[in-house]
C-alpha cells in the first residue's frame, strides 16, 4: 500500500509560481509512474502532468505546457510540480497520484492510476 501526501499548495497571485511536493512511502517509489491532477467543485478531475519511473520521460496537459514542470527524485521518494506563470484559471484542488508499472507514457485519465493523496488546494488571485 502506498502512502501519497501533497503539500505546497497556497494562494499566489497571477504571475506567480508555486512548488508543489508529493511524499511517497510504503512502496518502491522507483516502480510507480507518478501524475498530477486537479479538481474544481463539480468538475471531473483532469490530468495535469506526469513522468515515467525513471524521470526521463514528462507529459503535460496543453494549457500547462511551459508553465508547469513534472520532476522526480526517487532518492527521496517525492515527484514535483514546479507552477510558473500562474492564471486565476489554475485554481483547484491539486493531487499526486501513483500507477504501478514502467508505463510510458502514464496514463491520462484518474481511472488509470492505483493511488492518491489527498489533494493541496492552490488558488490563485486576479
Known amino acids: 500500500q502506498v502512502q501519497l501526501v501533497e503539500s505546497g499548495g497556497g494562494l499566489v497571485q497571477a504571475g506567480g509560481s508555486l512548488r508543489l511536493s508529493c511524499a511517497a512511502s510504503?512502496?518502491?517509489?522507483?516502480?510507480?509512474?507518478m501524475g498530477w491532477f486537479r479538481q474544481a467543485p463539480g468538475k471531473e478531475r483532469e490530468f495535469v502532468a506526469a513522468?515515467?519511473?525513471?524521470?526521463?520521460?514528462?507529459y503535460y496537459k496543453d494549457s500547462v505546457k511551459g508553465r508547469f514542470t513534472i520532476s522526480r527524485d526517487n532518492a527521496k521518494n517525492t515527484v514535483y510540480l514546479q507552477m510558473n506563470s500562474l492564471k486565476p484559471e489554475d485554481t483547484d484542488v491539486y493531487y499526486c497520484?501513483?500507477?504501478?508499472?514502467?508505463?510510458?507514457?502514464?496514463?491520462?485519465?484518474?481511472?488509470?492510476?492505483?493511488?492518491w493523496g489527498q489533494g493541496t488546494q492552490v488558488t490563485v488571485s486576479p
Open positions: 497520484a501513483a500507477k504501478l508499472g514502467t508505463w510510458d507514457p502514464p496514463p491520462s485519465t484518474r481511472y488509470g492510476y492505483d493511488y
Open positions: 510504503g512502496g518502491t517509489f522507483s516502480s510507480y509512474a
Open positions: 513522468i515515467i519511473w525513471s524521470g526521463s520521460n514528462t
